[in-house]
């Protein structure tokens, strides 16, 4: 059974710093890609903030680039986001999220990367955690 679980949320001001982790189990950690996704009180959807499935393969939001860094540990098995110069837009619940690895011909593809790079959402197969809530203020 898959299961995610993040800490580290928070409220900080504006330019501050935040580190959410996530901690994952139930699946082979090399087969799946993990990502960090969040929610404004205003959207309906959530929106990709950065990917992972490799330390040479990762993406990121064009509102996050240069401010936010993904990793993970050696094992896998957490997952990691550093935010720094946080500004209010920042402000939402930030969600962990799993997904299989998809084989396309002779390519390995985290799905992840697309749906952060694009804004276009399919989570058929995306496993989520239940959120940690970020909140900068001005």
């Known amino acids: 059974q898959v299961r995610l679980v993040e800490s580290g949320g928070g409220s900080v001001q504006s330019g501050g710093s935040l580190r959410l982790s996530c901690d994952a189990s139930g699946f082979t950690y090399d087969t799946f890609c993990m990502g960090w996704f969040r929610q404004r009180q205003q959207q309906k959807e959530r929106e990709g903030v950065a990917?992972?499935?490799?330390?040479?393969?990762?993406s990121y939001a064009d509102s996050v680039e240069g401010r936010f860094t993904i990793s993970q540990n050696n094992a896998k098995n957490i997952a990691y986001l550093q935010m720094t110069n946080l500004k209010p837009e920042d402000t939402a619940m930030y969600y962990c999220?799993?997904?299989?690895?998809?084989?396309?011909?002779?390519?390995?593809?985290?799905?992840?990367?697309?749906?952060?790079?694009?804004?276009?959402?399919?989570?058929?197969?995306?496993?989520w955690g239940q959120g940690t809530q970020v909140t900068v203020s001005s």
């Open positions: 990917a992972i499935d490799s330390p040479t393969s990762t």
């Open positions: 999220a799993a997904a299989p690895l998809k084989s396309i011909g002779p390519a390995i593809l985290c799905p992840f990367h697309h749906m952060v790079i694009t804004g276009v959402n399919r989570h058929e197969s995306t496993y």
